[in-house]
């Protein structure tokens, strides 16, 4: 049973333009919620969290929303850089140390 | 560079070998995980470590044996494993806090024959 789901699993954008990454999740225990980015033959380094008591984060170039009704997160990356280019792991836990993540979704930007 | 040390990088074994995946953090985290990646699949959790006492095992078929000697060390000890056992193997540690960031290795690559 997915409880994470990342439904594009890939996704182009240009060069300083927005990139906006989608998550949705099933399960309503979940109070942290995660983004984590994996270049190839590295493991996942961790981006930016929010809790469920708020509804954004913001750390420079990355914001996460969080819309708890709908259950739904998504992480914008301003201005998208060549660098970014990479999987990113949506991932939530109910604060026991149980992290779930979803499938991932492959960002390219374009120079 | 990262700040969780897996060794090997790669392993290849056959399914009668006994081998054991190795895993270091000196962030002072309590808590240490494996995980499981298949391609194109997200990391699946294996097991959580916290204070050096198992808390978490996701089911794990017992040909996987996991270890926290000490508070900076965690093993996986591997026995007549299976060919769909060929995975990356993640590990990762973080505060033993509710919802602090995991900080992951870069995985052993592991291949069944």
């Known amino acids: 049973d997915q409880q994470v789901k990342q439904n594009s699993p890939s996704l182009s954008v240009q060069e300083g333009r927005i990139s906006i990454l989608n998550c949705d999740y099933t399960?309503?225990?979940?109070?942290?919620f995660l983004w984590y980015k994996k270049y190839p033959a590295e493991g996942p380094t961790f981006l930016i969290s929010?809790?469920?008591?708020?509804d954004k984060n913001e750390d420079g170039r990355f914001t996460v929303f969080l819309n708890k009704s709908a259950k739904h997160l998504s992480l914008h990356i301003v201005p998208s850089q060549p660098g970014d280019s990479a999987v990113y792991f949506c991932?939530?836990?109910?604060?026991?140390?149980?992290?779930?993540f979803g499938a991932g979704t492959r960002l390219t930007v374009k120079p | 560079d990262t700040e969780v040390t897996q060794t090997p990088k790669h392993l290849v074994m056959g399914m009668t070998n006994k081998k054991s995946l190795k895993c270091e953090q000196h962030m002072g985290h309590r808590a240490m995980y494996w995980y499981k990646q298949k391609a194109k699949k997200p990391p699946e959790l294996m097991f959580v470590?916290?204070?050096?006492?198992?808390?978490i095992n996701e089911s794990v078929p017992s040909r996987f044996s996991p270890e926290c000697p000490n508070s900076s060390l965690l093993n996986l000890h591997l026995h007549a494993l299976q060919p769909e056992d060929s995975a990356l193997y993640l590990c990762?540690?973080?505060?033993?806090?509710?919802?602090?960031?995991?900080?992951f290795g870069d995985g052993t690559r592991l291949s069944i024959l």
């Open positions: 929010i809790s469920s008591i708020k």
């Open positions: 991932a939530a836990s109910a604060g026991n140390n149980d992290m779930r």
């Open positions: 470590y916290s204070y050096e006492k198992l808390s």
């Open positions: 399960n309503s225990m979940f109070d942290y």
């Open positions: 990762a540690s973080s505060q033993a806090d509710r919802g602090r960031p995991q900080h």
